[in-house]
């Protein structure tokens, strides 16, 4: 320490030297204002309407998420009737297995719903992939539906197994 405060004492009269008049000035110069500009916009066209060959896959999903909507709402309430049924069996008891049965039927009702999802989250990333942006906004539209139902069920599915004991 005693070694460092004499040198620190050296450099301090040098640093106060240069703040008189040869230091560069730190104001703004003209040249720097020149890329202060916006770039131009890009134009980007809206996307155009959904190709038919499209629209058809799309109704064909909707149609079989629809279906398995149906499947889904039938099994249901015969699934929460049995876990119903189950409440306070021990586990692997025969209530048991039954209502985890229901539950299965249950998922696999929706089967439909989930394909349809998965088909349609292919074809989306596909096409941004190709910057192939007509339809875009149909065919988003279509899984945010879908997404919406899968979300739904799975709440479901998720209250029913909550139920059971050791689920």
Same mark, same amino acid.
């Given at each position: 320490?005693? /070694? %460092? #405060?004499p040198l620190l004492l050296l450099t301090l009269p040098a640093? *106060?030297?240069? +703040?008189?008049g040869d230091a560069p000035s730190l *104001?703004?110069?003209p040249v720097e204002g020149r890329f202060d500009v916006a770039p131009p916009p %890009?134009?980007?066209?809206?996307?155009?309407?959904l190709p038919a060959d499209l629209a058809g896959r799309l109704a /064909?999903?909707?149609a079989e998420a629809a279906a398995g909507? /149906?499947?889904f709402a039938a099994e249901r309430s015969a699934a *929460? *009737?049995? +876990?119903a049924a189950a409440a306070g069996a021990p586990v692997a008891s025969e209530r048991w297995i039954v209502a985890q049965q229901a539950i299965s039927r249950l998922v696999a009702a929706r089967a439909p719903v989930t394909a349809a999802l998965a088909d349609i989250d292919r074809l989306y #990333?596909? /096409?941004s992939v190709a910057e192939a942006i007509d339809g875009l906004p149909e065919i988003h539209a279509l899984r945010e539906r879908l997404a919406g139902l899968v979300s739904a069920q799975d709440a479901v599915i998720a209250a029913l197994g909550a139920e059971l004991p050791g689920g």
């Open positions: 320490m005693k /070694r %460092i #405060l640093c *106060a030297t240069n +703040v008189g *104001a703004r110069r %890009i134009p980007v066209p809206p996307p155009g309407p /064909r999903w909707e909507q /149906r499947a *929460a *009737a049995l +876990v #990333l596909d /096409r």
